[in-house]
T-cell receptor, first 110, second 111 residues
Framework: GIQVEQSPPDLILQEGANSTLRCNFS?????LQWFHQNPWGQLINLFY???GTKQNGRLSATTVATERYSLLYISSSQTTDSGVYFC????????????FGKGTKLTVNP | NAGVTQTPKFQVLKTGQSMTLQCAQD?????MYWYRQDPGMGLRLIYY???????DKGEVPNGYNVSRLNKREFSLRLESAAPSQTSVYFC??????????FGNGTRLTVT
């Protein structure tokens, strides 16, 4: 099946710093999403981004489908950005299944 | 707009007991999913339903059954709970080519 790898596995930042999270996938996809799981366990959809670039406030994401990776940028990080960030992909021509990476745990210190 | 609602939020079972996790969505989505989350493993798909009346196995279906009762509701049943099923369970829903929406999860402990 499709492999989804996220890096780095852990990231510690000071408030105000910028960061880039990466998601690599092993096959062509037609669906890629980024999620944030907050410290209370809630999973929030950040971006639906099978290709191209999107921005939402301090967060932006870019997917280069032909090179099989996606990047999530967090600028001017805040303590509320802490949590785990997951990417999930669906294989092109495959079923409805979304396969998740193991996540990047982000800690933003004040 | 409630989104995706899961019940219960917490549950403790003894080995061999059965239970059903309930999930309902009010967004008129066709597709619904059950995932489990374990430390260091990310989210793994148990079962999904692409439309009312259909269900398919995901990565880790053993020990579970599902029912897509109608378009709104998708339940997950553990017939004989085992300690290996201790996990956090998430229900989710979506339309084709649109964001996935999660419920708040059910934390299940099997002793």
């Amino acid at each position: 099946g499709i492999q989804v790898e996220q890096s780095p596995p852990d990231l510690i930042l000071q408030e105000g710093a910028n960061s880039t999270l990466r998601c690599n996938f092993s096959d062509s996809v037609n669906n890629l999403q980024w999620f944030h799981q907050n410290p209370w366990g809630q999973l929030i959809n950040l971006f639906y981004i099978p290709s191209g670039t999107k921005q939402n406030g301090r967060l932006s994401a870019t997917t280069v489908a032909t090179e099989r990776y996606s990047l999530l940028y967090i600028s001017s990080s805040q303590t509320t950005d802490s949590g785990v960030y997951f990417c999930a992909v669906r294989l092109q021509g495959g079923s409805e299944k979304l396969v998740f990476g193991k996540g990047t745990k982000l800690t933003v210190n004040p | 707009n409630a989104g995706v609602t899961q019940t219960p939020k917490f549950q403790v079972l003894k080995t061999g007991q059965s239970m059903t996790l309930q999930c309902a969505q009010d967004m008129n989505h066709n597709s619904m999913y059950w995932y489990r989350q374990d430390p260091g493993m990310g989210l793994r798909l148990i079962y999904y339903s692409a439309s009312e009346g259909t269900t398919d196995k995901g990565e880790v279906p053993n020990g579970y059954n599902v029912s897509r009762l109608n378009k709104r509701e998708f339940s997950l049943r553990l017939e004989s709970a085992a300690p290996s099923q201790t996990s956090v369970y998430f229900c989710a829903s979506s339309e084709d080519y649109s964001p996935l929406h999660f419920g708040n999860g059910t934390r299940l402990t099997v002793t």
